[in-house]
């Protein structure tokens, strides 16, 4: 693992003003309006939707936990009254009679086909009964250190295949058993990969001349976070696909719209190295066929996942669904420094599109965010033909808009953002909140320029095009930034999955890079490991609720519909980070040998159970 994220390079030449600068802006105007007022830890400002009025009752506690200390052992805690269990770690066969997990990493391409993929990301528990359901599970990218026996020094066609097996997602029935959740056989299990036969719908269609390619539509890549839709389907995002394609040709030149999205000779994976599919000169429109959200049909294991075009083609991060007057709404986040927020909102019911058979994502207005110094925000429709995405500016057609959807916001002036992760929607409020994990900044008048520590902004929608927004808290440590309103049982940095579960509590899962994971000298290292905590909304309480492994991310968020069952995602435990080392092929356990502990195995990414001893509400 190099020392340099790529997420914190910006492509974005656009020269829209940065986020930056209109939160500085934005920061000093409130401070003047609530100045000398009591803010809760954590919270910058009060907006008269989260204040309550003076003559409310007050509310129940929604956290009943004891915070857990940050630390930085190789182990998961959680809060006392709680058990944790470990399911589906990478490699499990999803059948009885499949191929058992090999810890010396020997397992063959058609093996791991066939077990769960490496990685795992965003995640979603579908309900089959009270005791029964689905778990659809992204695998975001694999570590050559760890799924190969010897490393990726010389890479292979058998190599390659083993790596595209790992990605995608998995779908599994789990079951609770005698108390504990397990997965199950059923024939709803299956792996969807890199090299799994896909679909395309909406206005860019398979057979578009940008998406012929030498090999038929197939795979899904670097499944980041997902998001459930309301009719029960599935959406997994492609965030940083560009790493798969390069080229060993020497004349091949990016052109600006690769440049845009990161796509480069020497791509990052080198997987055209061994297969011609990967090579951007050789077999130039398969890298085109990424950067999609991709619907998933667990209930229909036959059905092929479909890339749903209209959403738009940029580094999705994830796709959180809600509705506005019977239409489906999607937000998504594009994560790289200076990247944008996107909705899409659907025409007419989804409800009534459904019944007549056609997606409710391919038909509506794909929208990117705008953010303004007073509070106030437009959503800027990216429309072939409006503003100027017209044929006289070189946009040939909505196709064209939906290809190149990061250029169409730069033309129509959308807000850079410090990497904008997960979006959730408070379930009684409606206010939309988002993580921007951190940036690099640069400007010295900002206050948080750079910001290593990250943010969370929330905003009210007023409308389709309108909404009015405000910070929600700052991340980060105290005692390196003194505007931090955190404190010991609570301090984190860069946060990445958000979700609010049922009674309105929000949960907050972090991923500092591995470049700065307990590093003092990037004020890191009081915050230790990644983590998930635990917010309030309406006070501004915030409890570190658990701690991950040494060199993992914490991700993956999904409860049971009676909230009783927390499922998240442990990924990437064990890998190079510049605090604890770098693992090997002779030594995959140099960071971490989670959760086996097998002197002679390897860490693995694995989903976490937790359950409360009594029974209760995660988090009551
Ligand atoms: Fe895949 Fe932005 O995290
Ligand atoms: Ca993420
Ligand atoms: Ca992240």
């Known amino acids: 693992m190099t020392s340099l994220d790529p997420d914190d390079l910006s492509s974005n030449t656009s020269g829209n003003r940065p986020f930056q600068e209109v939160m500085a802006a934005r920061v000093s105007r409130r401070a003047v309006v609530v100045g000398g007022t009591a803010v809760a830890a954590g919270f910058l400002t009060a907006t008269p939707a989260q204040a309550a009025p003076a003559s409310a009752p007050k509310k129940r506690d929604l956290l009943g936990f004891d915070a857990v200390p940050a630390g ?28 058992a997990w090999r810890k010396d990493a020997s397992n063959t391409a058609a093996e791991q086909a066939q077990q769960i993929g490496f990685n795992h990301d965003g995640m979603a528990y579908f309900p089959l009964s009270h005791n029964r359901g689905l778990l659809a599970v992204n695998h975001e990218y694999t570590d050559a250190v760890m799924i190969y026996p010897d490393g990726d020094a010389v890479l292979t066609k058998e190599k390659v295949d083993k790596a595209l097996a790992g990605h995608g997602v998995s779908v599994v029935q789990i079951a609770k058993v005698n108390g504990k959740w397990r997965l199950v056989d059923s024939h709803y299990n299956r792996r969807i990969t890199g090299s799994t036969p896909v679909a395309f719908s ?43 394609f390069g080229t060993t040709s020497t004349t091949w030149t990016p052109t600006p719209e690769h440049a845009r999205y990161g796509v480069s000779r020497n791509g990052g994976a080198r997987w055209h190295e061994a297969d011609p599919r990967f090579d ?6 398969e890298v085109n066929r990424f950067g999609w959200g991709v619907e998933i049909d667990p209930r229909r294991p036959d059905a092929k996942p479909v890339k749903r075009t209209a959403l738009g083609r940029f580094k999705h991060e994830g796709m959180t669904f809600t509705e506005s007057r019977g239409r489906v709404v999607a937000y998504s986040g594009d994560d790289q420094t200076g990247d944008y927020i996107y909705k899409f909102v659907g025409s007419g019911s989804w409800r009534v599109q459904r019944l007549f058979g056609r997606s409710p994502l391919d038909h509506g207005t794909l929208y990117v965010a705008k953010f303004n110094d007073d509070g106030t925000g437009q959503w800027l429709p990216l429309v072939h033909g409006q503003g100027p995405l017209t044929k006289a500016n070189g946009w040939a057609d909505q196709a064209d808009v939906l290809l190149r959807t990061r250029q169409a916001a ?22 939309v909140f988002v993580t921007l994990t951190n940036g690099n900044g640069g400007n010295a008048a900002n206050p948080r320029t750079p910001n290593p520590y990250g943010h969370i902004i929330k905003w009210l929608e007023k409308g389709d095009t309108a909404f009015e927004w405000d ?15 955190l404190d010991e049982t609570n301090i984190f940095g860069s946060p990445d999955g958000i979700g609010f579960d049922r009674d309105g509590r929000l949960w907050i899962q972090t991923d500092i890079s591995n470049s700065a994971q307990n590093r003092p000298d990037r004020g890191y290292d009081r915050i230790g490991n990644n983590q998930l905590l635990a917010a309030d909304p309406r006070t501004g309480e915030i409890r570190r609720f658990l701690v991950g492994p040494r060199g993992c991310e914490i991700t993956g968020l999904t409860f049971t519909p009676d909230s009783r069952t927390l499922f998240v995602n442990v990924q990437h435990p064990g890998e190079a980070t510049n605090f604890w080392g770098t693992p090997t092929p002779a030594n995959p356990r140099a960071v971490s040998n989670w959760p086996d502990f097998d002197p002679n195995g390897r860490p693995r990414a694995a989903t976490l159970v937790i359950r409360k001893h009594d029974g209760g509400v995660i988090g009551s």
Request: with cysteine.
């Open 202 to 244: 909406g206005p860019v269609p398979a057979d578009h001349p940008k998406l012929r390619a030498n090999n038929p539509p197939m795979g899904t890549l670097n499944n980041c976070s997902s998001g459930p839709t309301p009719w029960g389907t599935y959406v997994t995002c492609e965030e940083n696909w560009n790493q798969y």
């Open 72 to 99: 930085s052992a190789d182990a998961v805690v959680v809060p006392e009254g709680y058990s944790v269990d470990v399911l589906i770690p990478w490699g499990t066969p999803i059948r009885s009679n499949g191929p």
């Open 410 to 431: 730069d033309a129509v002036g959308a807000t850079p953002m410090d990497r904008p992760e997960w979006i959730a929607v408070h379930p009684k409020t409606h206010e």
């Open 280 to 285: 951007v000169a050789a077999n130039p429109h």
């Open 471 to 485: 910070i929600f808290l700052l991340a980060g440590d105290p005692q390196y930034d003194p505007s931090v309103e």
